[in-house]
């Protein structure tokens, strides 16, 4: 039994036996069941089973390795870009390739969609997919991890007790991404820092980096283990977060109260939120490879910072935020076309973003706002957050 059993992706010769388990699990299908239907109750989802067992069995008949679930789930991925998205722009694939792996670490602003899209990008220009990092907080449920893992995700523990535990998670994580990237040349993906950055301000924490060097050999430097680890920063930038309420809500409660708790399956419904939620334009930014000169974990997670501010593509909406906030037009350029804002007449879009904050209550209205515009506030020097 491999050291990683229990928080490794599954292999081909597992998929098979692990579909024929879901389609077994009377809870997932009632999962899916009421996701098709949110107005069924408990019996009338039960009694739907079968309905929902033939189906899906129909659909997952031909599935036998890992390659083929993912052509199934770019099929549905597609569908939620072409009803959410009206622009998906990406640059920087010239700086990797393809027969290299590469261990991506990037901003992270929704839970699914951040590593979904880098993966769409991906796939769709011929480039291996990556191993998807996710915690274990996100899956309550036995089919949730069923479902993750069947899609190149590997667990991330935190909800352990001790600190025996979690510095022996972190050292088999650690390991695990070593061995990935460089025996199994697989790409991975990472977040920048534990959490999304709900108040639109993208920072490493430096500790990520430590955790990846508990892998590091004793006798090596830690800029040749840098160089080795093929780090990636990636930049993704939305002009709607449909979560975006939700996080200021958030924020909102732990400055009144001082600590926020989050109902049971409210990670799952922000999942649902953003998978479904328009977003109208998405980039995704590929940086340049980690190589020479990072001595410390702060060397590194400066350079990602750096990389990440700098190919952070602006959109309207966080200029919009701005002028709310600020009183005046903010010289920056926007959008995959750099276009500079104050030339063009944003008259629709601005009264669109208008109408999106209205909907805010006196609470949250600032902080939505400030969201927003923070990486205006980054890309001008001015400090916010």
């Known amino acids: 039994m491999s ?3 229990d928080i490794r992706p599954y292999n081909d010769d597992e998929v098979r036996p692990i579909i024929e388990r879901l389609l077994a699990d009377g809870e997932f299908l009632d999962t899916l069941a009421k996701f098709k239907l949110p107005s069924a109750m408990g019996f ?3 009694a739907l089973r079968s309905v929902v067992r033939k189906r899906l069995a129909k659909e997952v008949g031909h599935i036998n390795n890992v390659e083929s679930f993912q052509a199934l789930i770019e099929k549905y991925l597609s569908r939620s870009i072409n009803e959410t998205v009206k622009s998906l722009t990406y640059s920087g694939l010239e700086h990797i ?3 290299e792996p590469y261990l991506f670490i990037s901003n992270h602003r929704d839970i699914a969609m951040d590593p979904a899209l880098i993966n769409w990008v991906l796939f769709h220009n011929n480039y291996p997919t990556m191993r998807i990092a996710i915690g274990d907080n996100l899956l309550t449920k036995p089919f949730a991890a069923d479902l993750m ?3 190149k995700s590997f667990i991330v523990r935190r909800n352990l007790a001790s600190r025996r535990e979690k510095l022996a998670a972190a050292k088999k994580l650690a390991s695990y991404i070593h061995h990935s990237v460089l025996t199994d040349r697989e790409n991975l993906w990472i977040a920048q820092r534990e959490g999304r950055a709900k108040d639109g301000w993208d920072k490493t924490n430096p500790a990520l980096i430590n955790m990846f060097a508990m892998s590091k050999p004793s006798d090596m430097p830690f800029e040749d283990f840098i160089r080795e680890a093929r780090i990636v920063p990636v930049s993704i930038s939305y002009a709607y977060d449909p979560c975006d309420i939700d996080k200021a809500h958030e924020l909102h409660q732990k400055a009144v109260h001082g600590s926020y708790t989050k109902d049971e399956h409210e990670d799952v419904m922000s999942i649902a939120r953003g998978i479904t939620g328009y977003k109208e334009a998405v980039h995704v930014s590929f940086g340049t490879l980690l190589e020479d000169g990072f001595e410390t ?7 990602i910072d750096r990389q990440v501010e700098s190919n952070y593509i602006l959109h309207s909406t966080n200029c919009f935020a701005y002028e ?3 009183h005046k037009t903010p010289s920056v350029r926007v959008g995959a076309e750099g276009i500079a804002f104050e030339t063009y007449d944003w008259g629709k879009a601005r009264a669109q973003f208008k109408d999106r904050i209205a909907t805010c209550n006196d609470s949250t ?3 939505v706002l400030t969201g927003y515009a ?6 001008l020097g001015e400090q916010k957050c």
């Open 3 to 5: 050291e990683f059993e």
């Open 44 to 46: 009338a989802a039960r």
């Open 97 to 99: 390739n393809a027969n």
């Open 149 to 151: 893992r069947l899609n």
């Open 297 to 303: 974990a702060d060397d590194v997670a400066e350079e």
């Open 324 to 326: 709310l906030l600020e």
């Open 365 to 367: 209205r600032k902080i």
């Open 374 to 379: 923070n990486p205006v506030y980054r890309r």
